[in-house]
């Protein structure tokens, strides 16, 4: 096993330094799409720092986002929930913005301050 696990550092870290074209042509690829995704990110952050494309605006006042918005499953919404009830509970009033699972909502829902309910994503979530 640690003879296999040296072969594949010395694989990766090419310490022989003989060329194979076996290991080129499994880096190339590898190498071609990093710089693929680099050089994409680095568009992507300088169109948003310059607002070219992507413009975004200062909400004008106090702001949580929570969550990645490309991954779900991880109780983003219940955390949310939480967050709502013990600033509420704290004398301020939250309010929860979200696109719904998947971004599916069609109409937008407006739910006053201490109502009985909270809906969020699809769901609805009791108060305590």
């Keep these: 096993m640690k003879r296999a696990h040296k072969y594949i550092l010395n694989f990766l870290n ?17 190498f071609l799409i990093s710089y693929a995704v680099i050089l994409s990110t680095k568009i992507k952050r300088t169109l948003y720092n310059r607002s070219f494309i992507f413009k975004s605006k200062e909400p004008g006042m106090f702001t949580v986002s929570i969550g990645n918005i490309n991954l779900g499953g991880a109780g983003k919404t219940p955390f949310s929930y939480t967050i709502a009830e ?4 704290r004398g301020l009033k939250p309010c929860i913005i979200s696109r ?20 969020m994503s699809g769901k609805s979530f009791p108060t305590k």
């Excluded at 090419?14 to 590898?30: A, Q, S, T, V, Y």
């Excluded at 719904?100 to 809906?119: D, E, F, N, Q």
């Design 100 to 119: 719904g699972y998947k971004g599916r909502l069609k109409k937008k829902s407006i739910l006053p301050v201490g109502s009985t309910s909270l809906r």
């Design 86 to 89: 013990y600033l509420y509970g």
């Design 14 to 30: 090419n310490n022989r330094g003989d060329f194979n074209l076996f290991k080129f042509i499994l880096k190339l690829p590898l």
